[in-house]
């Protein structure tokens, strides 16, 4: 066996028991709680939760853009946590990020060009600056921007072109991981479809792994393979994007897809199943199940003890105590 | 337009192949197109071109021995044809004395704000990205040292130092460094949050770069605006320390020790204060309206 | 002649500064029966906003202007009416939800007071205090929200529950017309539900007419009895809910809109999107607005704005239509 065939069977991107803790005024929040995952090389997971489920400091603690408060990440096996900080720059260049608000995560005041050229000139991964714009004028076509826009500032563009900068932009060091937060969420409808047939193209041909952030559930069905739902910083059910949506398992889960108000007339009359209640605070949540004072289906039990994440059938991980075997 | 096809990009590949310009609209030019617009920037602007360039050629327009030259017999002669401005208590032509007091108290004025300007925005940056206790340490030390009176302060630092132009620029500068700290603190805080900042440490920049790349040049704005205006701070400054005796060597002539002479005649010869009062005016008024325009042509977002 | 409730007629608005004049609505007619729901549907920059705004009055003064056109509200046309009756008839008659509910909400004001303070400025029949205070607690358990919080401020409640807030604050005067604009696009899913569910429940209780603005086809399909579909400034398409989600024929606009929207229940490998953006309102093109994007625009789409057609209660505008039986042509404004 070679080192290269064993180097394959390890996932490109693990996480274990990763936690990231902020202290506020009246406590500790709970933002991202014991999280371990794995995505296989080539991969999309999709992170799917509401506003304050932690989804994007998860996809940010990956990438140690914040510091993980415990737990470990693993690139290739390797636990980039215990990394220095010249290791952490080495890093940067294979794990990358892209923005949900194309307004402001790029610098008004730079042109289109230079926007997306920065990464390549401060890391010198070209031999020259006239390199370098070689290379973003390339990227440039990847995305989809004419080459017209290189001298451009971004605030005369539309919120699609702007995306399509930041995706330049992340590509230009060709990551082989690329955190996408919320990635279309700010766009108009037509040209998210644009956008996400973009990133998957992309993907297909530069054999990228993505960890898609999301709180629309129909696109993380169209991207994803396997996907992970999140509640108050805790992954809930984790499954295959087919197994989640044929069978979703846990309540909020449930829920959550009985929310969608869908297109079709037909189903007009069917009251949308609505949650009761808000989400309860992140800042020193209480034990047991931190979705049960908003759970139909709830026990003492779920009240009284945190349930674990456990394979209820294969590759369908759910952590609920209605499915306690 | 060609824009329903930016959605595939291959078609783009065989039309602008080689020769792509990279070079967006040279900033200078584009900043100075946008100034132009603006009608009250450019006369502030040529009022302050004017007033320097009149100042740098006072020795062609009289000799500096006109401005310092008494003669009694002349005493608060009224304006005329040969005495523009009238003369003051000594006898001393007063446009002569306003022509070479532009000298020192412009130099004043540009000299410090370049120096407060400099000073405070790299502190200022640092302290507001940095944050935390080095943050905390030093806006309290900042905030001991302005709680002293500026006036007394820049005293003491005369006293200490000794009088003279160069003397008065240091006293002045120090006392006006900490509210530009605070601005550019307070920008940079506002921009520390802004996503692409996070953007350019996902790619690997560091501190330094970040401060000098993105930070501060969209921190400009505000600075801008408080560095026009302390030009006409530190005139008046510069002013009440040779009122105190402290400042100018008198008989050397500056428009605030100008304004500050002409107290004692003020009902008996009210030009000898409105004169260089006005030019104080003129050219504070000048620099903020410059100023003014300056943050509005180079703010990119305003471009039409 | 039946009075319509609302009739919109030929109804353009153009915002003009120095430099430029933007097209924000051209030539859109729209009616509304009472007590109807009808949904505005169009990405950003079709003009559905400001077709809200026109409607309410509430143009910016210096660069908004009607520039065609009538707007005909309970058999009155609005722009004819002197500014007091106007502000009686906002708020009272026609209310409005925005869609952000951060900045809908006066930070410095109890959520009582905001809500107390729509009555006062409408007390026609002289209620006393504990009546308006009595009304405010009512209608707070309306929209769910235990009356016990009126004394809280805006920033002590969720975004869902800032959105009820507002909600409750439109409806407190009993309008005969409510426009929501995109009033759950700030909303996470499940509130997004609890949201329309309840504003679904009031309509249907208090008989409240409603213009829902949403870009999203699925709040229409659960809420609106007609749709109207805008793009670059006209209505393009227009009919009840089944023409629009069910109809033989559509705009190719509204095709394209549908086929964006991954869909739930079927997995489909690429998603066709409408290639291109939305034209410049100021240099709108000739002909069709939608021809450049249009993937069965003709020479004649380019050149000749198309016609309405018109079957039954479902119009389109679309040079396509010609020639097809069933349709009618209606001309052109």
Same mark, same amino acid.
């Given at each position: 066996?070679?080192?290269?065939?064993?180097?394959?069977?390890?996932?490109?991107?693990?996480?274990?028991?990763?936690?990231?803790?902020?202290?506020?005024?009246?406590?500790?929040?709970?933002?991202?709680?014991?999280?371990?995952?794995?995505?296989?090389?080539?991969?999309?997971?999709?992170?799917?939760?509401?506003?304050?489920?932690?989804?994007?400091?998860?996809?940010?603690?990956?990438?140690?853009?914040?510091?993980?408060?415990?737990?470990?990440?693993?690139?290739?096996?390797?636990?980039?946590?215990?990394?220095?900080?010249?290791?952490?720059?080495?890093?940067?260049?294979?794990?990358?990020?892209?923005?949900?608000?194309?307004?402001?995560?790029?610098?008004?005041?730079?042109?289109?060009?230079?926007?997306?050229?920065?990464?390549?000139?401060?890391?010198?991964?070209?031999?020259?600056?006239?390199?370098?714009?070689?290379?973003?004028?390339?990227?440039?076509?990847?995305?989809?921007?004419?080459?017209?826009?290189?001298?451009?500032?971004?605030?005369?563009? !539309?919120?699609?072109?702007?995306?399509?900068?930041?995706?330049?932009?992340?590509?230009?060091?060709?990551?082989?991981?690329?955190?996408? !937060?919320?990635?279309?969420?700010?766009?108009?409808?037509?040209?998210?479809?644009?956008?996400? $047939?973009?990133?998957?193209?992309?993907?297909?041909?530069?054999?990228?792994?993505?960890?898609?952030?999301?709180?629309?559930?129909?696109?993380?069905?169209?991207?994803?393979?396997?996907?992970?739902?999140?509640?108050?910083?805790?992954?809930?059910?984790?499954?295959?994007?087919?197994?989640?949506?044929?069978?979703?398992?846990?309540?909020?889960?449930?829920?959550?897809?009985?929310?969608?108000?869908?297109? !079709?007339?037909?189903?007009? $009359?069917?009251?949308?199943?609505?949650?009761?209640?808000?989400?309860?605070?992140?800042?020193?949540?209480?034990?047991?199940?931190?979705?049960?004072?908003?759970?139909?289906?709830?026990? !003492?039990?779920?009240?009284?003890?945190?349930?674990?994440?456990?394979?209820?059938?294969?590759?369908?991980?759910?952590?609920?105590?209605?499915?306690?075997? | 337009?060609?824009?329903?096809?930016?959605?595939?990009?291959?078609?783009?590949?065989?039309?602008?192949? *080689?020769?792509?310009?990279?070079?967006?609209?040279?900033?200078?030019?584009?900043?100075?197109?946008?100034?132009?617009?603006?009608?009250?920037?450019?006369?502030?602007?040529?009022?302050?071109?004017?007033?320097?360039? /009149?100042?740098?050629?006072?020795?062609?327009?009289?000799?500096?021995?006109?401005?310092?030259?008494?003669?009694?017999?002349?005493?608060?002669?009224?304006?005329?044809?040969?005495?523009?401005?009238?003369?003051?208590?000594?006898?001393?032509?007063?446009?002569?004395?306003?022509?070479?007091?532009?000298?020192?108290?412009?130099?004043?004025?540009?000299?410090?704000?370049?120096?407060?300007?400099?000073?405070?925005?790299?502190?200022?940056?640092?302290?507001?990205?940095?944050?935390?206790?080095?943050?905390?340490?030093?806006?309290?030390?900042?905030?001991?040292?302005?709680?002293?009176?500026?006036?007394?302060?820049?005293?003491?630092?005369?006293?200490?130092?000794?009088?003279?132009?160069?003397?008065?620029? /240091?006293?002045?500068?120090?006392?006006?460094?900490?509210?530009? *700290?605070?601005?550019?603190?307070?920008?940079?805080?506002?921009?520390?949050?802004?996503?692409?900042?996070?953007?350019?440490?996902?790619?690997?920049?560091?501190?330094?770069?970040?401060?000098?790349?993105?930070?501060?040049?969209?921190?400009?704005?505000?600075?801008?605006?408080?560095?026009?205006?302390?030009?006409?701070?530190?005139?008046?400054?510069?002013?009440?320390?040779?009122?105190?005796?402290?400042?100018?060597?008198?008989?050397?002539?500056?428009?605030?020790?100008?304004?500050?002479?002409?107290?004692?005649?003020?009902?008996?010869?009210?030009?000898?204060?409105?004169?260089?009062?006005?030019?104080?005016?003129?050219?504070?008024?000048?620099?903020?309206?410059?100023?003014?325009?300056?943050?509005?042509?180079?703010?990119?977002?305003?471009?039409? | 002649?039946?009075?319509?409730?609302?009739?919109?007629?030929?109804?353009?608005?153009?915002?003009?500064?120095?430099?430029?004049?933007?097209?924000?609505?051209?030539?859109?007619?729209?009616?509304?029966?009472?007590?109807?729901?009808?949904?505005?549907?169009?990405?950003?920059?079709?003009?559905?906003?400001?077709? %809200?705004?026109?409607?309410?009055?509430?143009?910016?003064?210096?660069?908004?202007?009607?520039?065609?056109?009538?707007?005909?509200?309970?058999?009155?046309?609005?722009?004819?009416?002197?500014?007091?009756?106007?502000?009686?008839?906002?708020?009272?008659?026609?209310?409005?939800?925005?869609?952000?509910?951060?900045?809908?909400?006066?930070?410095?004001?109890?959520? #009582?007071?905001?809500? =107390?303070?729509?009555?006062?400025?409408?007390?026609?029949?002289?209620?006393?205090?504990?009546?308006?205070?009595?009304?405010?607690?009512?209608?707070?358990?309306?929209?769910?929200?235990?009356?016990?919080?009126?004394?809280?401020?805006?920033?002590?409640?969720?975004? #869902?529950?800032?959105?009820?807030?507002?909600?409750?604050? =439109?409806?407190?005067?009993?309008?005969?017309?409510?426009?929501?604009?995109?009033?759950?696009?700030?909303?996470?899913?499940?509130?997004?539900?609890?949201?329309?569910?309840?504003?679904?429940?009031?309509?249907?209780?208090?008989?409240?007419?409603?213009?829902?603005?949403?870009?999203?086809?699925?709040?229409?399909?659960?809420?609106?009895?007609?749709?109207?579909?805008?793009? %670059?400034?006209?209505?393009?398409?227009?009919?009840? =809910?089944?023409?629009?989600?069910?109809?033989?024929?559509?705009?190719?606009?509204?095709? #394209?809109?549908?086929?964006?929207?991954?869909?739930?229940?079927?997995?489909?490998?690429?998603?066709?999107?409408?290639?291109?953006?939305?034209?410049?309102?100021?240099?709108?093109?000739? #002909?069709?607005?939608? =021809?450049?994007?249009?993937?069965? %625009?003709?020479?004649?789409?380019?050149?000749?704005?198309?016609?309405?057609?018109?079957?039954?209660?479902?119009?389109?505008?679309?040079?396509?239509?010609?020639?097809?039986?069933?349709?009618?042509?209606?001309?052109?404004?």
């Amino acid at each position: 066996m070679t080192h290269e065939s064993k180097k394959s069977a390890v996932p490109l991107i693990e996480t274990r028991g990763l936690k990231k803790f902020f202290k506020v005024r009246n406590g500790l929040l709970h933002a991202v709680d014991n999280v371990s995952i794995t995505i296989p090389a080539k991969n999309t997971l999709g992170v799917v939760g509401e506003s304050g489920c932690g989804k994007s400091t998860l996809g940010r603690t990956v990438l140690r853009l914040i510091e993980p408060t415990a737990g470990q990440v693993l690139y290739e096996g390797e636990d980039i946590t215990a990394f220095d900080k010249h290791q952490m720059r080495q890093m940067r260049r294979k794990m990358q990020i892209i923005f949900q608000d194309p307004y402001s995560s790029i610098n008004p005041r730079m042109s289109v060009a230079e926007i997306i050229a920065e990464y390549m000139l401060i890391n010198h991964t070209c031999a020259s600056k006239a390199e370098a714009f070689q290379r973003t004028a390339e990227l440039m076509d990847v995305v989809g921007l004419a080459r017209r826009y290189a001298g451009v500032y971004p605030h005369e563009l !539309d919120g699609g072109r702007r995306q399509r900068i930041g995706i330049a932009r992340a590509l230009s060091l060709r990551p082989k991981f690329i955190v996408c !937060d919320e990635p279309v969420s700010a766009l108009d409808v037509s040209i998210q479809a644009q956008i996400l $047939n973009l990133l998957m193209d992309i993907q297909d041909d530069m054999g990228l792994t993505y960890m898609f952030i999301t709180h629309d559930l129909s696109v993380v069905k169209h991207i994803s393979d396997e996907i992970i739902v999140m509640y108050l910083g805790q992954c809930v059910e984790r499954a295959t994007s087919d197994g989640l949506f044929a069978s979703p398992l846990h309540p909020y889960t449930q829920a959550l897809l009985a929310a969608i108000p869908e297109p !079709d007339i037909e189903m007009r $009359n069917k009251k949308i199943q609505v949650i009761r209640g808000e989400v309860t605070s992140p800042v020193n949540p209480p034990p047991g199940c931190r979705f049960a004072s908003r759970c139909e289906k709830a026990t !003492d039990l779920c009240r009284a003890q945190t349930p674990e994440l456990i394979e209820h059938t294969s590759g369908h991980w759910v952590a609920c105590h209605l499915y306690d075997k | 337009m060609s824009a329903a096809y930016d959605e595939k990009p291959l078609m783009n590949l065989t039309e602008e192949k *080689v020769e792509i310009s990279f070079k967006k609209e040279s900033q200078v030019k584009e900043v100075w197109r946008r100034l132009k617009k603006d009608k009250l920037a450019m006369f502030g602007l040529t009022v302050i071109a004017l007033m320097v360039v /009149i100042a740098l050629c006072a020795p062609l327009i009289c000799p500096y021995d006109d401005a310092i030259k008494m003669n009694m017999r002349l005493k608060l002669a009224l304006p005329s044809a040969k005495h523009w401005f009238g003369c003051d208590g000594y006898g001393r032509d007063l446009f002569a004395r306003c022509l070479y007091g532009s000298r020192v108290s412009l130099t004043i004025g540009f000299a410090t704000s370049f120096a407060t300007l400099v000073i405070g925005s790299l502190l200022g940056a640092f302290v507001g990205y940095t944050g935390g206790k080095i943050d905390d340490l030093i806006m309290r030390s900042l905030d001991i040292f302005s709680a002293i009176p500026s006036t007394l302060f820049a005293m003491a630092v005369v006293a200490a130092l000794g009088s003279g132009i160069v003397n008065i620029c /240091i006293a002045i500068s120090l006392t006006r460094i900490p509210s530009f *700290v605070r601005i550019v603190r307070s920008a940079v805080l506002g921009i520390a949050d802004q996503e692409y900042i996070e953007a350019a440490r996902a790619g690997g920049s560091s501190t330094m770069h970040i401060l000098l790349r993105h930070v501060l040049p969209n921190a400009i704005g505000p600075l801008i605006v408080q560095t026009t205006a302390n030009v006409s701070m530190m005139i008046l400054s510069a002013a009440t320390l040779s009122f105190l005796g402290l400042g100018i060597n008198p008989p050397q002539p500056e428009w605030g020790a100008l304004v500050s002479e002409a107290q004692e005649f003020l009902r008996r010869r009210p030009h000898l204060l409105i004169f260089p009062g006005s030019l104080i005016c003129i050219a504070s008024f000048s620099m903020s309206v410059l100023g003014d325009g300056l943050r509005d042509a180079l703010d990119p977002r305003l471009r039409t | 002649m039946s009075e319509k409730f609302l009739q919109v007629r030929d109804l353009s608005v153009q915002y003009r500064t120095d430099l430029e004049t933007v097209y924000a609505v051209n030539h859109i007619n729209f009616e509304l029966e009472k007590g109807q729901t009808i949904g505005l549907v169009g990405e950003t920059g079709a003009g559905k906003t400001t077709t %809200a705004l026109t409607l309410m009055r509430l143009l910016p003064e210096k660069t908004g202007r009607v520039t065609s056109g009538t707007v005909t509200f309970e058999g009155q046309n609005i722009y004819d009416l002197p500014d007091e009756t106007m502000h009686t008839i906002r708020g009272h008659h026609i209310a409005m939800i925005f869609q952000d509910p951060m900045t809908s909400l006066n930070p410095v004001m109890t959520v #009582g007071e905001q809500i =107390a303070e729509a009555l006062e400025l409408h007390n026609t029949d002289g209620k006393t205090r504990e009546q308006i205070e009595a009304r405010v607690d009512e209608v707070l358990r309306m929209v769910g929200i235990p009356p016990e919080r009126k004394t809280n401020f805006p920033h002590q409640f969720s975004g #869902g529950m800032k959105q009820r807030v507002v909600i409750a604050m =439109a409806l407190v005067c009993e309008p005969d017309l409510l426009i929501a604009d995109e009033p759950t696009t700030a909303l996470d899913v499940t509130i997004q539900a609890q949201v329309i569910n309840m504003i679904r429940e009031l309509r249907d209780r208090l008989g409240t007419a409603m213009i829902m603005i949403t870009h999203d086809l699925g709040i229409v399909a659960q809420t609106c009895d007609n749709v109207a579909v805008m793009y %670059a400034g006209r209505i393009i398409e227009a009919g009840t =809910a089944f023409d629009i989600f069910k109809g033989e024929i559509r705009h190719p606009y509204t095709v #394209g809109l549908f086929s964006s929207i991954p869909n739930l229940r079927e997995k489909t490998a690429r998603l066709t999107p409408i290639p291109g953006l939305m034209p410049d309102p100021t240099q709108l093109p000739a #002909g069709c607005s939608f =021809a450049p994007r249009c993937p069965h %625009a003709t020479e004649r789409c380019r050149t000749e704005p198309p016609s309405v057609w018109r079957s039954g209660t479902h119009v389109i505008e679309c040079h396509l239509l010609e020639g097809r039986g069933g349709w009618t042509k209606e001309g052109r404004e």
